[in-house]
Each structure stands twice: as structure tokens, then as C-alpha cells.
């Protein structure tokens, strides 16, 4: 089936630096993405919906100065968190569809700020 | 009051149990899926709805569209079933889904 692969799976950063993670679909087009914040123990957040070509529409409270996401392709997505803080440190989830297809979702990144 | 409700919120059980998790949502919907997530992280789509009932293996997921309801059902439940099960909606033409809070379920052997 469909597959979502989501780089880095960990990663560990200073405080102040930027970080990006990468969302590809492997084997379909994956015209809309999604990208997702999860805090422990809660449901998914949605940060922004990505759309292939075009900028993407970032959720109330998603600061898209600091949340940078790029859908260059049909394939690979990218969000990438600037100047990161500690506050920051989350798991970071991604997923793909296109229209009639069910959603396929990456493994997740965790992010920590020191 | 959230636009998806699921319930219960914590479910325990023991191997071979049959297990039902429901959810309620308050708006229009084009489609509902059930998602499974692994304690690593991974989301797993299990069902996209928009009506009837689907099975596919172990599970069964249905939907009643009049009454705003979907259930889920685990059969011969097994420890491996264990992960948060997550409800979620998709509002008429809208793209982004709405989710509901998750039902964390443990099977003990």
C-alpha cells in the first residue's frame, strides 16, 4: 500500500538553531499534506494543510514565520521549525492524500530543544 | 463540547474480549476515519467511512449518518490490538480533518 516516510524519525537540537523535517510520499502523488503537532497523551493538532504549488494554509495560533512549510512537489513536504525553542519540543506527525484516497500518515518526529 | 466525542476514553481489557469504541461527531460530514496509533507514534488508517459498515479482518467499523455515530469493533481482541484508536471527521468540502480526543485501549493477556 501507500507509503509516507518521515526524516528524521529523532532529533535533538540547541536552542536557537533551525530544523527540518522531511515528508515524502513514496509511491502516489500526494496532491494536499498535512502537517500535525501532537503534545503527550493528546489528539493531533493540526498545524497547516499543504497543497502542491501553493502556499500553505496555516491553522489559528500556527505561527508561519517560525513553522516554515514548502510543498515543492507532489511528493515532499517540508516543515521547518526556525529558531527553535524548548517550548518547541513535540512529536511533529505528517500525512498525505489525494482526492478519494484515504489519509497515509508518516511515522512521526520527535523533537527536542535543549 | 468538542465537534468529535469519542468514547471511552481509557479501555482496558483481557485477550479474547470483543471491544467497541464509539464516537459522536456534531457537523456534516463527507467521510470518518478510524486511526490507529502505536505507542512508537505511527498512525495507521484502519476505515474511511461515509456510510454502512466496512470489515477488514479483526475489525468492523460502522456508521449511522442520521444519528451522527460510528463504532468501532475489535473481535478475538489480542495484546497487539493496544495503541490509541483516534475518530476523525472530515467536514463537507473542507480538506482538513476535525479529531476526536483518542481512546487508549490495553489488552492484557
Known amino acids: 500500500g501507500a507509503v509516507v516516510s518521515q526524516h528524521p524519525s529523532r532529533v535533538i537540537c540547541k536552542s536557537g538553531t533551525s530544523v527540518k523535517i522531511e515528508c515524502r510520499s513514496l509511491d502516489f502523488q500526494a496532491t494536499t499534506m498535512f502537517w500535525y503537532r501532537q503534545f503527550p497523551k493528546q489528539s493531533l493538532m493540526l498545524m497547516a494543510t499543504s497543497n502542491e504549488g501553493s502556499k500553505a494554509t496555516y491553522e489559528q495560533g500556527v505561527e508561519k514565520d517560525k513553522f516554515l512549510i514548502n510543498h515543492a512537489s507532489l511528493t515532499l513536504s517540508t516543515l521547518t521549525v526556525t529558531s527553535a525553542h524548548p517550548e518547541d519540543s513535540s512529536f511533529y506527525i505528517c500525512?498525505?492524500?489525494?482526492?478519494?484516497?484515504?489519509?497515509?500518515f508518516g511515522n512521526g518526529t520527535r523533537l527536542t530543544v535543549t | 463540547k468538542n465537534e468529535v466525542e469519542q468514547s471511552p476514553q481509557n479501555l482496558t481489557a483481557q485477550e479474547g474480549e470483543f471491544i467497541t469504541i464509539n464516537c459522536s461527531y456534531s457537523v456534516g460530514i463527507s467521510a470518518l476515519h478510524w486511526l490507529q496509533q502505536h505507542p512508537g507514534g505511527g498512525i495507521v488508517s484502519l476505515f474511511m467511512l461515509s456510510s454502512g459498515k466496512k470489515k477488514h479482518g479483526r475489525l468492523i467499523a460502522t456508521i449511522n449518518i442520521q444519528e451522527k455515530h460510528s463504532s468501532l469493533h475489535i473481535t478475538a481482541s489480542h495484546p497487539r490490538d493496544s495503541a490509541v484508536y483516534i475518530c476523525?471527521?472530515?467536514?463537507?468540502?473542507?480538506?482538513?480533518?476535525?479529531f476526536g480526543q483518542g481512546t487508549r485501549l490495553t489488552i492484557n493477556p
Open positions: 500525512s498525505a492524500t489525494r482526492p478519494g484516497s484515504p489519509l497515509h
Open positions: 476523525a471527521v472530515r467536514s463537507g468540502g473542507a480538506q482538513k480533518l476535525v
